[in-house]
């Protein structure tokens, strides 16, 4: 079963540009959730999509938005970048959005975005 | 709010030792669940282990235990025989209820660099 996978793996923009990532979920599964990952910040919370309905939203600003299609792919997308949008993007893929308690979430190798 | 507080930022271990990464959280949400997840130098979360606010029994997989001590409030993990693969980052996480009805993403701590030295 093929794993969660994030395009591009590598990415470099200057500031005042747009970047859409990518992320395909494991087979079945139907909740996509973002996250970045900055030396500073640490890991946070961007988002949550199911079945193509963003469910919950981390506190980042409106530059930042994503969508899920009918297939759970999911793209996020930053406008307008800033020099601290530099950081690695990870996605994680669940079978149910959760709700609490268990809902094991499956990691891509995200992608790492460099903004000069 | 939810917060996890991870209190080593690194730690250097021998191999075959056995090593405890703490992890202290707070929340307001009676129903909660606790992760730690590996990160190697790659990049990619791995999940090692899961315990629920409401299991009675510390949760093992294979050489990962958790030791939950809910009054405390402390989720750490136990590696036993540690091998020169576990050397990554090590992130305790959490996911509640959340306060509006719908779940919250995971709240992550800042992480635990562990080595393992031959």
């Known amino acids: 079963k093929a794993g969660v996978t994030q395009t591009p793996r590598y990415l470099i923009k200057t500031r005042g540009q747009q970047v859409t990532l990518s992320c395909s979920p494991i087979s079945g599964h139907r909740s996509v959730s973002w996250y970045q990952q900055t030396p500073g910040q640490g890991l946070q919370f961007l988002f949550e999509?199911?079945?193509?309905?963003?469910?919950n939203k981390g506190n980042f600003p409106g530059r930042f938005s994503g969508r899920q299609f009918s297939n759970s792919r999911s793209e996020m997308n930053v406008s307008t970048l800033e020099l601290g949008d530099s950081a690695l993007y990870l996605c994680?893929?669940?079978?149910?959005?959760?709700?609490?308690?268990?809902?094991?979430?499956?990691f891509g190798p995200g992608t790492r975005l460099t903004v000069l | 709010a939810q917060k996890i507080t991870q209190t080593q930022p690194g730690m250097f271990v021998q191999e075959k030792e056995a090593v405890t990464l703490d992890c202290t959280y707070d929340t307001s949400d009676p129903s909660y669940g606790l992760f730690w997840y590996k990160q190697p130098s790659s990049g990619e979360m791995i999940f090692l282990i899961y315990q629920g606010s409401y299991d009675q029994q510390n949760a093992t997989e294979g050489r990962y235990s958790l030791n939950f001590q809910k009054a405390r409030k402390s989720a750490n993990l136990v590696i036993s025989a540690s091998q020169l693969g576990d050397s990554a980052m090590y992130f305790c996480a959490m996911r509640g209820g959340g306060s509006g009805g719908g779940a919250d993403g995971l709240t992550f701590g800042k992480g635990t660099h562990l080595i393992i030295q031959p």
């Open positions: 999509y199911f079945s193509e309905t963003q469910r």
């Open positions: 994680a893929s669940s079978l149910l959005m959760g709700q609490g308690g268990y809902n094991e979430q499956f």
